[in-house]
């Protein structure tokens, strides 16, 4: 029992030795190679430029796909496209659509869409909308025309507002000009004196036009004389 009391105490008191902290085992001392227990501060990748390689800016062109990933409309769209709402209530139409174009009513209205059309945001959400006219026959000599926008709704053509021009006033071109006002359209027509028989068109007028809730509001024109 003495002998084996002593054989424990040798043990005990050749055992390795508590290890200072940052000290690595076996021989208490770093070994080739080992760090340093102080932190290195770490770099953030990317923090960085690479000589030569230009810093990318955002492109303020706007791409083809509108607001909340809706395609922007297209002129071709309107063809189909719906006359309920936007304006368009004064003319007894409610539910109405064109159908390649043309729609006619059982009172013997017809509503013809014209050729001119333009593509831009005129509704101010970042959406291409599309903004056309219409020829509105009542059955008499009249021949009333009127500008429309169609808002893009998810893609889809939707009556927003409308503006009327007259009767036979016939329009010749739309466009959102590249350096002009956002929210801004431009419509040329033709239109005349106010002392002019109805008959004839003695002008043509060039209107910049914005929306306004359901109303296409007329901002400014000008006018220069126009023989057929």
């Known amino acids: 029992m003495a002998a084996a009391g ?18 690595a085992g076996g021989s208490g001392k770093p070994g080739k190679g080992s760090k340093s227990a102080t932190p290195t501060a770490t770099k953030t990748p990317g923090s960085k430029k690479t000589p030569g390689t230009p810093t990318k800016t955002p492109s303020s062109k706007p791409s083809g796909t509108a607001a909340g990933g809706a395609k922007a ?6 063809q189909n496209a719906s006359l309920d709402g936007g304006g368009l209530e004064g003319y007894g139409i ?5 159908s ?12 013809e869409l014209q050729p001119q059309c333009a593509i831009g945001d005129l509704t101010g959400d970042s959406a291409a909308d599309a903004v056309g006219a219409l020829k509105i026959s009542t059955g008499g000599t009249g021949k009333f025309y009127t500008l429309v926008t169609w808002r893009n709704d998810g893609g889809t053509p939707v009556p927003a507002a409308a503006a009327e021009l007259g009767d036979r006033t016939p329009v010749v071109s739309i466009d959102f000009p590249s350096a002009g006002p956002p929210r801004q359209v431009t419509v040329v027509y033709r239109t005349r004196g106010d002392d002019d028989p109805a008959a004839v068109v003695t002008l043509t007028r060039t209107a910049v036009y914005e929306v306004s809730g359901a109303s296409m509001v007329e901002l400014h024109h000008s006018d220069a004389p126009y023989t057929p």
């Not at 409309?73 to 309107?78: M, N, S």
């Not at 409610?94 to 064109?98: H, V």
């Not at 390649?100 to 509503?111: C, F, Q």
């Open 73 to 78: 409309l297209t002129c071709a769209q309107l």
């Open 94 to 98: 409610a539910g109405a659509s064109l």
């Open 6 to 23: 002593l054989i424990a105490g040798l043990v005990v008191a050749c055992g390795p030795k508590d290890l200072a902290p940052g000290e």
């Open 100 to 111: 390649a174009g043309r729609w006619e009513g059982p009172d013997g209205v017809v509503i």
